[in-house]
Every structure is written in structure tokens, then in C-alpha cells.
């Protein structure tokens, strides 16, 4: 049987056409190829390193979405705060602007200052 283009593409109509016509192999599904079956035994550690790096790989992906999200979360948290804090400035300025300017006036009945008698 010829593998096309489309069974890499769609394994599950490659596997439902090999049962059809009832040309599976020990090794890999429609290739009659069973040596493919032993070269893969022999390589058992390679198979590992692929499946681990494969994982690791998808570790890294996950890690870096969380991180992404970590960081688009503390972008808002900033961003969410400047505007709050702007909004405090501009309405204090507004109160500071409409309010008359107090001129500090001295108290009247105040302590005054004792004099000392000059001997």
C-alpha cells in the first residue's frame, strides 16, 4: 500500500482504510514495512530522549504561557493603578484651584513671647 500525503495529514482515514482492506503490518499500519518495528525497538533510548524532549518542550510552552499571563496581569495592575492615581492628582488640583488662596494670618490671643527684664 502507498502512503500519500494525506496519511500523515489524517492517520485516522489511513488506519480506517488499512482495516478495510486488510493490509496492516506488525510494525507500522500500512507500510509493510516490519523492520520499521525493529530499527524502533533497537532505539528504545532515542524514542525516550524524543518523548522526553517532547515533553520538556511542552513544559517550556506551558511555563511560558503562564509567565505571559503573569505579566499581562501585572501590566493591568499598573496601569489600573496609574489611572486611579491620576485621578486622585487632577481632582486635587481641581479642589486647590477653586479654593481662595489662605493667607496665613497670625493668631490674636495667642501666647506671646515672655520679654526678659534687661538688668
Do not use: W
Not at 502512503?3 to 489511513?14: E, G, K, R, S
Not at 488499512?18 to 520499521?36: H, I, M, Q, S
Not at 524514542?47 to 511542552?58: G, Q, Y
Amino acid at each position: 500500500m502507498h502512503i500519500c500525503h494525506n496519511a500523515l495529514l489524517y492517520p485516522a482515514l489511513t488506519a480506517a482504510r488499512v482495516l478495510r482492506e486488510g493490509t496492516a503490518t506488525r510494525g507500522y499500519l500500512g507500510t509493510g514495512a516490519p523492520e520499521k518495528e525493529t530499527i524502533l525497538a533497537k532505539n528504545s533510548k532515542d524514542v525516550m530522549d524524543r518523548a522526553e524532549a517532547s515533553f520538556k518542550k511542552e513544559e517550556r510552552a506551558r511555563e511560558g504561557a503562564k509567565a505571559m499571563r503573569d505579566y499581562e496581569a501585572e501590566s493591568r495592575a499598573v496601569r489600573e493603578k496609574t489611572a486611579r492615581l491620576k485621578a486622585l492628582r487632577l481632582a486635587k488640583e481641581a479642589i486647590e484651584k477653586d479654593a481662595p488662596a489662605k493667607v496665613a494670618e497670625p493668631k490674636k490671643g495667642g501666647r506671646q513671647p515672655k520679654a526678659t527684664p534687661s538688668a
